[in-house]
């Protein structure tokens, strides 16, 4: 089932939001990483920037560079809603945003291989949301 994101819309420089992602197709107790991925206008697809990370089992965490400081990933204690908490937002960060689930490998190996490539890779993710738009204006 795919994901489903909410929560975007129009902000300032400086400004917050937060992005939520229905997860609820998958149990409690499946191992998955679920990830934050973003699409700036007169990007392709294949050009999706992947920003964050979460295990479902340890619940450890990646982000890119980009974004380090700033967001922050979370989960439900239910398991069926990952947030993105978004501070200090940049005209950068305009986007159409959306989350997808990795389950090719153990969810705290991914983050450990995303850490180490400092990159999430959007061709391991699956369950592709139909996004939620971000803008933020000067």
């Not at 679920?34 to 982000?63: H, M």
């Amino acid at each position: 089932v795919p994901f489903v994101e909410s929560g975007g819309g129009l902000v300032q420089v400086g400004g917050s939001l937060t992005l939520s992602c229905d997860v609820s197709g998958f149990t409690f107790d499946d191992d998955y990483a679920a990830g934050w991925f973003r699409q700036a206008p007169g990007k392709e697809r294949k050009e999706r920037e992947g920003i964050s990370c979460i295990s479902s089992t340890d619940g450890s965490t990646f982000y890119a560079d980009s974004v380090k400081g700033r967001f922050t990933i979370s989960r439900a204690n239910a398991g069926d809603t990952v947030y993105l908490q978004m501070n200090g937002l940049k005209s950068e960060d305009t986007a159409v945003y959306y989350c997808a689930a990795n389950r090719a490998r153990a969810s705290r190996y991914e983050i450990e291989i995303a850490t180490m490539r400092r990159q999430l890779d959007p061709h391991e993710y699956d369950y592709w949301g139909q996004g939620t738009r971000v803008t933020v204006s000067s």
